[in-house]
């Protein structure tokens, strides 16, 4: 893929393929170091924020972005998958209630909600 742009767009797909809820593509590249780009989705279960967190690691090592490092995967409540200049955050409904990612990054730019149409 060229650019990071294309390979968020390639995780928003993923996860909208195996029904996620709720995802959202934040920019946040000049906020912090940490970062380009936080994906945040939600599932219902932990069942499915799992099965969320298998296909996107297996769809991204196949596509030639292998994840650098997760956790929260054993809880499966909150797992947080770090590709280098993106990071996604996959939770329970309830703990992105709780949580609130989307609240503390207001400042971030270019914040999006992903629909299949926008692929």
């Not at 946040?28 to 970062?35: D, E, R």
């Not at 955050?89 to 709780?98: G, N, S, V, Y």
């Not at 949580?99 to 400042?107: A, F, H, M």
Request: proline share 1%; hydrophobic share 40%.
């Amino acid at each position: 893929m060229e650019n990071i742009k294309q390979w968020v767009d390639k995780i928003c797909e993923v996860l909208d393929d195996k029904k996620a809820l709720d995802i959202e593509t934040i920019e946040i590249g000049k906020l912090t170091i940490i970062a380009d780009y936080f994906v945040i989705a939600s599932g219902r279960s932990t069942l499915q924020v799992k099965a969320l967190c298998d296909e996107l690691e297996n769809a991204m090592d196949e596509a030639g972005m292998p994840v650098f490092r997760k956790d929260g995967y054993e809880g499966g409540r909150w797992i947080v998958m770090d590709y280098g200049s993106i990071i996604v955050h996959l939770f329970h409904t309830e703990e992105r209630q709780f949580y609130d990612l989307e609240r503390l990054w207001t400042d971030g730019e270019n914040r999006s909600q992903y629909h299949q149409q926008d692929a």
